[in-house]
């Protein structure tokens, strides 16, 4: 079958990597790629959000599956397009995928459906907003959120009051953000260990996947400005057996009946982010996609065919399934351009890539994010330029592992944490 994959980033190299061990699969495409993707796909040049474009592609070369890994593409109808046309898509519809594109839907139907998570006004302008922060109903610190797609920066924690009203106003009445700031959700803040939650649903059925620590600050320490994720532990330390299944039974299932029951049949994978509070888990936001750089920690230690399993959820049959996973952990190192989130250069030349294949021994692989091939050399094209996975027999070893990876990649101002899985080691190893 012929399988296309959207996106570009660390996460669709890890799909890519992942599809092209399937028997099944004897042509593998993707739109765009990356330098790394290139070596396992055929990297084609259209944007993912041009989904006429990508519909056209699907179906002049009868692609049997597409797999979708950005969330902008599922926003904008790219999973209706296709179906409309026949085409076998992974990947909700718009109208599910709205749990992603506006907080405020995610809040209204979290509340709808009783599902637990931060309690919230939604205000559509500065002087709902003014209201909500100055009312004695709402403690500090106050999230600020802008509604719409903000690329990690729509989210503000603010201390005082007087901060709150600032950064309302930037979003409300300044558009620091554009459209996605017309409405804002005023949050709750809550304190504990953050976790994401993978499960796959076809709509009706939910097949739940793992858990995974996603470190979303820049610098090491949990400091500075929030990231993409600049590393991921699989699985998650921080969990227990118990509050697993709660997620599951209090999150997990009435969100995807939830859909199901408004007429939102959610159809991919549902990725939750949570944070487990003294009062149980609670849903921070919604995502419609894998994360990234979760992907490249969950996938490694996933055991057997990822395609059989991605076309029962996009012909809404998913069966009963005991998935298989490594016992070992896995770590995922992102290494990226010096200055992300901020700005920072391009087209720096990276060394020590190899002969550019995703296994570099010991259980590690390197997945490319933002590379590109420029006269045979490789060189950086984004914020987030590699991810580096190492597989381990225990936490120890598979952080040293994924270091020791990062070590042989070189380039010059490349940005890394030092500390990811720190903690969960320091965790575990007093009990
Ligand atoms: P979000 O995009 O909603 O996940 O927010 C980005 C980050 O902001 C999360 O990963 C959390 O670290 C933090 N955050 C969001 N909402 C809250 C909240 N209600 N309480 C505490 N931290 C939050
Ligand atoms: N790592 C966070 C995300 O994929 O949204």
Same mark, same amino acid.
């Given at each position: 079958?012929?399988?296309?994959?959207?996106?570009?980033?660390?996460?669709?190299? $890890?799909?890519?990597?992942?599809?092209?061990?399937?028997?099944?699969?004897?042509?593998?495409?993707?739109?765009?790629?990356?330098?790394?993707?290139?070596?396992?796909?055929?990297?084609?040049?259209?944007?993912?959000?041009?989904?006429?474009?990508?519909?056209?592609?699907?179906?002049?070369?009868?692609?049997?599956?597409?797999?979708?890994?950005?969330?902008?593409?599922?926003?904008?109808?790219?999973?209706?397009?296709?179906?409309?046309?026949?085409?076998?898509?992974?990947?909700?519809? !718009?109208?599910?995928?709205?749990?992603?594109?506006?907080?405020?839907?995610?809040?209204?139907?979290? !509340?709808?459906?009783?599902?637990?998570?931060?309690?919230?006004?939604?205000?559509?302008?500065?002087?709902?907003?003014?209201?909500?922060?100055?009312?004695?109903?709402?403690?500090?610190?106050?999230?600020?959120?802008?509604?719409?797609?903000?690329?990690?920066?729509?989210?503000?924690?603010?201390?005082?009051?007087?901060?709150?009203?600032?950064?309302?106003?930037?979003?409300?009445?300044?558009?620091?953000?554009?459209?996605?700031?017309?409405?804002?959700?005023?949050?709750?803040?809550?304190?504990?260990?953050?976790?994401?939650?993978?499960?796959?649903?076809?709509?009706?059925?939910?097949?739940?996947?793992?858990?995974?620590?996603?470190?979303?600050?820049?610098?090491?320490?949990?400091?500075?400005?929030?990231?993409?994720?600049?590393?991921?532990?699989?699985?998650?330390?921080?969990?227990?057996?118990?509050?697993?299944?709660?997620?599951?039974?209090?999150?997990?299932?009435?969100?995807?009946?939830?859909? $199901?029951?408004? +007429?939102?049949? =959610?159809?991919?994978?549902?990725?939750?982010?949570?944070?487990?509070?003294?009062?149980?888990?609670?849903?921070?936001?919604?995502?419609?996609?894998?994360?990234?750089?979760?992907?490249?920690?969950?996938?490694?230690?996933?055991?057997?065919?990822?395609?059989?399993?991605?076309?029962?959820?996009?012909?809404?049959?998913?069966?009963?399934?005991?998935?298989?996973?490594?016992?070992?952990?896995?770590?995922?190192?992102?290494?990226?351009?010096?200055? =992300?989130?901020?700005? =920072?250069?391009?087209?720096?030349?990276?060394? +020590?890539?190899?002969?550019? $294949?995703?296994?570099?021994?010991?259980?590690?692989?390197?997945?490319?994010?933002?590379?590109?091939?420029?006269?045979? %050399?490789?060189?950086?094209?984004?914020?987030?330029?590699? $991810?580096?996975?190492?597989?381990?027999?225990?936490?120890?070893?598979?952080?040293?592992?994924?270091? !020791?990876?990062?070590?042989?990649?070189?380039?010059? +101002?490349?940005?890394?944490?030092?500390?990811?899985? %720190?903690?969960?080691?320091?965790?575990?190893?007093?009990?």
């Amino acid at each position: 079958m012929r399988v296309l994959v959207v996106g570009g980033g660390g996460r669709e190299h $890890a799909l890519c990597w992942k599809l092209k061990q399937s028997p099944s699969v004897t042509e593998l495409y993707c739109a765009p790629g990356n330098a790394g993707i290139a070596a396992i796909a055929d990297c084609v040049a259209i944007d993912p959000s041009d989904i006429v474009e990508l519909a056209d592609f699907a179906e002049n070369l009868s692609i049997g599956l597409t797999v979708v890994g950005p969330e902008l593409p599922l926003i904008l109808g790219l999973a209706d397009e296709f179906q409309r046309r026949g085409l076998l898509v992974f990947g909700p519809n !718009r109208a599910a995928a709205e749990l992603e594109g506006s907080k405020a839907f995610a809040k209204d139907f979290l !509340r709808r459906h009783a599902i637990p998570t931060a309690r919230y006004h939604v205000v559509k302008s500065m002087e709902e907003a003014t209201s909500v922060i100055k009312s004695d109903e709402v403690g500090m610190p106050l999230v600020v959120k802008a509604d719409g797609l903000a690329a990690g920066k729509g989210v503000v924690i603010a201390t005082s009051r007087e901060e709150a009203l600032t950064q309302s106003k930037k979003f409300i009445s300044d558009r620091h953000l554009g459209s996605a700031g017309t409405r804002l959700v005023l949050e709750e803040f809550l304190e504990g260990d953050e976790v994401s939650f993978f499960a796959l649903s076809d709509g009706n059925k939910v097949l739940p996947l793992v858990a995974a620590q996603d470190f979303k600050r820049a610098f090491d320490g949990d400091e500075g400005p929030n990231t993409g994720g600049m590393g991921c532990l699989c699985p998650a330390t921080n969990l227990k057996a118990e509050t697993l299944k709660t997620i599951i039974t209090d999150i997990v299932n009435p969100t995807i009946s939830g859909l $199901a029951a408004e +007429g939102r049949k =959610y159809q991919g994978i549902l990725y939750c982010g949570l944070m487990l509070t003294r009062d149980g888990p609670k849903v921070l936001e919604f995502n419609v996609r894998f994360g990234d750089p979760e992907a490249q920690a969950v996938l490694p230690r996933l055991k057997g065919d990822l395609l059989p399993l991605l076309m029962e959820v996009a012909e809404g049959r998913l069966g009963p399934h005991r998935l298989e996973w490594t016992r070992d952990p896995a770590v995922t190192v992102v290494v990226a351009s010096g200055g =992300y989130p901020g700005s =920072y250069d391009n087209g720096v030349a990276i060394e +020590g890539l190899g002969n550019g $294949a995703v296994e570099m021994g010991d259980d590690t692989f390197v997945f490319h994010a933002g590379t590109k091939a420029v006269g045979g %050399k490789i060189v950086t094209a984004g914020g987030r330029v590699l $991810a580096v996975t190492a597989l381990g027999q225990n936490l120890k070893t598979a952080i040293e592992r994924s270091y !020791r990876g990062v070590e042989k990649i070189q380039f010059e +101002g490349r940005q890394f944490r030092t500390d990811i899985g %720190k903690k969960a080691l320091e965790r575990l190893a007093g009990g």
